[in-house]
């Protein structure tokens, strides 16, 4: 699932994490920011070398650089570049932990983190959530969800069940899922991309229906989103992300968190899979999209971060 180099941000080759800090500071120094300055040179260095300029940042200033860019930023803008400040396994479990903890459930985040990350990117997460918050977040999400979502969560957070284990997980609940449960589960109890593409080609044969549209079909909700979210991903991640961009910035107003949490999760990924996904699917370039959707310093780093137009 994971292709080295199919990101569009790379470490820079001339790396010098105390200029790098100095530079930063001179941009939040005196009056008014050099936002500029600030965005060109984040997003042209890797996540890990952000860690060290922090860390160069702290020895040669004694003060925290994501407090003094949250001090000068502001908006969309602050939040994106606080993100790209973010080590990537602490902004997923932060993601999490703020869709459930804050005022109602973010059911969105629970779908696209769970059903898109691998399975051992999975049991990092649950590992470093629990460092974290000194909490389960197996439980966190079942005291924050319901019916099958819920199971269906849960089994995505087991990721190393085997497929007997998982049926008996669901079989366990007292309602049962129309008539295709079986199939259902099949799918959710092995994460295996390769082996779930197989599972559809035969699903296909055996009832003619696409596994999706069995799922329109018979499901609603969140646990419907979740459904399609797990089988779009063992299609294919880059488009379930292609998909997840392009609904988020079409129609009226733009669901800018996701948009956010999507540029700057898959920046050092796959990105380059996904404006490519993006352009077979829509009308437009993922870049030409962002640029008619955003504005002033926020869209220049998503553009950076988007890293080139197919138009």
């Known amino acids: 699932m994971f292709q080295a180099g199919r990101g569009t941000v790379k470490a820079s080759a001339n790396f010098n994490a105390s200029a790098d800090a ?19 040179l984040l997003t042209a260095r890797s996540n ?48 999490l932990r703020n869709a459930i903890k804050g005022a109602g459930t973010d059911e969105k985040v629970l779908v696209e983190i769970l059903s898109s990350r691998t399975p051992q990117q999975v049991k990092d997460i649950v590992a470093a959530y629990r460092k974290e918050y000194d909490d389960n977040l197996e439980e966190d999400v079942c005291g924050d969800t319901s019916g099958h979502f819920k199971r269906l969560l849960v089994i995505l957070l087991q990721v190393s069940l085997g497929i007997s284990n998982s049926l008996a997980l669901f079989k366990a609940g007292e309602e049962k899922f129309g008539t295709d449960e079986q199939a259902f589960i099949t799918i959710l109890g092995n994460r295996s991309a390769q082996h779930l593409r197989k599972v559809f080609d035969a699903y296909m044969k055996m009832t003619g229906y696409e596994m999706e549209e069995t799922i329109q079909r018979e499901t609603s909700g969140s646990l419907k989103d ?17 998909e997840t961009l392009y609904y988020a910035m079409k129609g009226g107003g733009t669901e800018d968190n996701t948009l956010i949490r999507v540029m700057v999760a898959r920046s050092e990924v796959d990105m380059l899979d996904i404006r490519a996904e993006f352009r077979k699917r829509f009308a437009c370039s993922l870049h ?16 950076l971060l988007c890293g080139g137009d197919d138009a």
């Open 22 to 40: 100095e530079v930063l500071m001179k941009a939040m120094k005196g009056l008014g920011t050099d936002e500029d300055a600030i965005l060109q």
């Open 288 to 303: 030409s999209m962002i640029k008619g959707d955003t504005s002033g310093d926020y869209r220049k780093a998503l553009l």
């Open 48 to 95: 890990g070398q952000r860690q060290e300029i922090k860390a160069a940042y702290k020895t040669l200033f004694g003060k925290d650089l994501v407090d003094d860019l949250k001090g000068e930023l502001g908006g969309k803008f602050e939040t994106l570049i606080v993100a790209l400040m973010t080590p990537p396994l602490t902004y997923d479990v932060t993601c």
């Open 226 to 242: 979740l459904l399609l979210a797990v089988v779009k991903c063992a299609r294919s991640v880059p488009a379930y992300f292609a």
